[in-house]
């Protein structure tokens, strides 16, 4: 079975009625069985695959098990998935039986102990909160274990990330635009402003993809966008992508200070490669800011880039520190669930859909480079060097284990 016929594929699945069931092909020989379960994780709202995608999958003769109530949060009913022709169950451990677990925040321990030897599991791996328990369980289950974060796509990129800088980045603006409101007791600024009126100013610390997509939504809103970055090049790539100049420059402390002093909002879209984000803005800076401004923290997941900033959650998202407002919840893309869960599934289907194709996981990542990227535990071998180092837990390359057909 291939996957001939994708795009008229997923026609059908938007042009027919919801009320329709699904006309389900026979299974191929090399049909795999997806399990979507229902997260656990505190305020985790998103879902590993659409009703959409997982008719995608079954019309390609695979099989897609949702534990009842998975897509609640993002506004994906059972019956949605049941109508794409899932089976819905209630036992999270049949769920937990399927060749693959498609899931979006990383396992707990009790989710590891319901995982069969020698399965696969696709999740992020959230490695601050990573635990020593965690990664032995998964290692003696004898399953693979892929991540989010470190899956390349073919232009190089980590699309996974991309996807949720692109969300992260377009949300902080319009947060921030809540929170200068009155009825959020904001200082009742309108960002952007109108006619005969000076338009608030956006101040946004980064220039990666949180950093562009933070700033394309702030112009729109008519705000007077200022950006800081130390690499030119970044600062550079943003200018032609925009195709309009705007205030940009590297990050020199005075040069900063005297912008965030007139800043109504500041974006920290500052992200390290690995470890810890470097601290931009000192505590006194704050101080230096005017009262009633908004800090949106989207680096808060690699510690923040705000001496000021403490990590905060959807149902008390915000402090006020100084006079000036903090917005610190790690989990950004968890506000917009649906459009997070769509990004999601446009690039796990396909994914899914080829490690059919190729007979099985071990096949496709042997050909596969980039999803090999993203591979920390190999049947049972430990192939990540920072989770080596971190735990003292000795690993193998990935390449060898494949080469040597373990």
């Known amino acids: 079975m291939t996957k001939s016929g994708f795009y008229e594929i997923a026609k059908q699945a938007v042009l027919s009625p919801e009320e329709a069931p699904v006309m389900v092909k026979k299974k191929a020989n090399n049909a795999i069985r997806i399990g979507i379960p ?40 059972d019956d949605d998935y049941k109508n794409c022709g899932a089976k819905i169950t209630y036992s999270k451990e049949e769920v937990y039986k399927t060749d693959i677990i498609m899931k979006v925040s990383f396992p707990s321990m009790e989710e590891i102990a319901m995982i069969e030897e020698g399965k696969t599991i696709i999740s992020a791996l959230h490695l601050p909160m990573l635990q020593d328990a965690q990664i032995r369980l998964l290692m003696k289950k004898k399953v693979t274990s892929i991540c989010f974060e470190y899956l390349k796509d073919e232009s190089d990129i980590y699309p996974v990330i991309q996807a949720m800088s692109e969300i992260a980045g377009s949300t902080s603006i319009l947060v921030a635009a809540e929170y200068l409101s009155n009825i959020n007791h904001g200082k009742g600024v309108m960002l952007g402003g109108i006619s005969g009126i000076p338009p608030s100013e956006v101040l946004i610390l980064g220039a990666g993809t949180v950093g562009q997509f933070a700033t394309r939504a702030a112009l729109g809103l008519g705000a007077e966008v200022k950006v800081f970055d130390n690499s030119l090049y970044k600062l550079r790539r943003l200018q032609n992508d925009l195709g309009q100049r705007i205030y940009t420059s590297i990050m020199h402390p005075n040069i900063l200070l005297k912008c965030l002093k007139s800043a109504d909002v500041v974006i920290g879209a500052i992200r390290a490669i690995e470890g810890r984000t470097s601290m931009i803005v000192s505590e006194e ?26 990590v905060t959650n959807h149902t008390h998202p915000i402090f006020e520190k100084h006079g000036v407002i903090h917005y610190c919840v790690p989990n950004i893309a968890s506000r917009v ?3 997070a869960s769509y990004a999601l599934s446009n690039i796990f289907a396909p994914i ?33 060097k920072h989770i080596s180092e971190r735990f003292n837990i000795a690993y193998k390359e990935i390449d060898l284990l494949i080469a040597a057909h373990i």
């Open 285 to 310: 800076m704050v101080m230096e800011m005017k009262a009633g401004s908004v800090i949106v923290d989207v680096s808060i997941d690699q510690g923040g880039c705000f001496e000021t900033s403490e």
């Open 352 to 384: 899914l859909l080829d490690i059919g194709e190729y007979g099985g996981i071990k096949n496709y990542l042997w050909d596969r480079d980039g999803v090999r990227r993203g591979v920390y535990i190999y049947k049972g071998n430990l192939t990540n």
């Open 38 to 77: 229902k997260e656990t994780s505190f305020q985790e709202t998103r879902v590993g695959l659409t009703p959409q995608a997982a008719n995608l999958l079954i019309s390609n003769g695979h099989e897609v098990i949702v534990e009842a109530g998975a897509g609640r949060e993002a506004k994906f009913y």
């Open 337 to 339: 669930a649906r459009t």
